[in-house]
């Protein structure tokens, strides 16, 4: 095997296993029902192995492969697994899409490129319906106390150490949490939270859609994000989007996208445990499984 091959295959497998940053995540849905509920099937990330044979490695040299792709007008890239199913996460590389790629349409991502791109595609359960998931993404001061495994220090910690609405984003007065009311179409609310590793930091969260079988949402960081006091992301490096779709019944379909720009700081580049990891939790959050439950996805 030449040396290119190698570094492509282990470019391959780091890809299956993770992402190429530190996701400094946003708020998230919650439900009513406490973590641990039974109404929630607990899943747990589902590894991919990575294969790469020679015709593989000759067509990803002459051309990027088919990117992520969110449930908007096309089929999803991932696809959903079956709601009895793990989650399917995928953490993208620049290898794989191109250095210039450029998102789906309909995220309204204009920016081309990342540092770092992670998907998630799920199906869940949620009786309460379509007001108790929009009551949730308003509840931005639930989101205090979210944990993840955090894959430097080998043990759960607190991801999420505060956070609450904000007034408006320029007098960044604190409020309570937003109702389900406000949260309307094409609406933007703001909200400040304090990350473990880069500390405050104030967002946008807008409402893409809302009806009573789907809910979309975006969110970007406002206001410069810091890693020990060094700028790492500018405002709008770090957006995120989601789709929360109902299928039948109780059954939801879920599926989100986490992107940091091309131009971040390399500080925060290179640790795709933590990539998943971040991730996963938010996703654990917003179904109702208990965000420290083992097993974490990535050690």
Not at 19 to 33: C, D, F, H, V, Y
Not at 121 to 143: E, K, M, N, T, Y
Not at 148 to 168: F, N, P, V
Request: proline fraction near 7%; include cysteine.
């Amino acid at each position: 095997m030449t040396l290119l091959q190698k570094k492509n295959r282990q470019s391959r497998v780091r890809t299956a296993l993770g992402g190429a940053s530190i996701l400094l995540l946003a708020p998230a849905l919650g439900l009513t029902e406490p973590p641990g509920s039974s109404q929630f099937r607990a899943t747990y990330l589902r590894a991919e192995r990575a294969q790469v044979r020679s015709s593989d490695l000759r067509g990803a040299l002459s051309e990027p492969e088919v990117g992520p792709q969110p449930p908007c007008g096309a089929d999803p890239v991932p696809p959903f697994p079956r709601v009895d199913e793990p989650a399917d996460v995928k953490a993208w590389s620049a290898f794989e899409l191109g250095a210039d790629w450029k998102p789906p349409t309909c995220t309204g991502w204009t920016a081309t490129g990342f540092t770092s791109l992670v998907t998630i595609a799920a199906r869940f359960r949620h009786p309460a319906g379509a007001d108790d998931l929009l009551r949730h993404v308003g509840a931005i001061s639930q989101l205090g106390g979210i944990r993840y495994w955090s894959a430097t220090h080998q043990r759960w910690q607190t991801l999420i150490k505060e956070a609450h609405a904000l007034t408006d984003v320029q007098n960044a007065r604190a409020r309570g949490d937003f109702a389900p009311e406000e949260l309307k179409q094409g609406k933007g609310l703001y909200f400040e939270q304090v990350d473990n590793l880069s500390g405050k930091a104030s967002y946008q969260m807008r409402i893409l859609e809302a009806s009573k079988d789907r809910i979309v949402f975006e969110i970007e960081n406002v206001t410069t994000m810091k890693y020990f006091l060094v700028p790492v992301l500018h405002p709008g490096e770090m957006q995120s989007i989601y789709f929360l779709d109902r299928e039948s019944g109780d059954v939801w379909r879920f599926y989100s996208m986490v992107r940091t720009g091309k131009n971040a700081n390399h500080m925060i580049a290179g640790n795709e445990k933590s990539s998943i990891n971040r991730a996963f939790a938010f996703y654990r959050y917003m179904v109702g499984i208990p965000t420290d439950q083992e097993p974490p996805p990535a050690r």
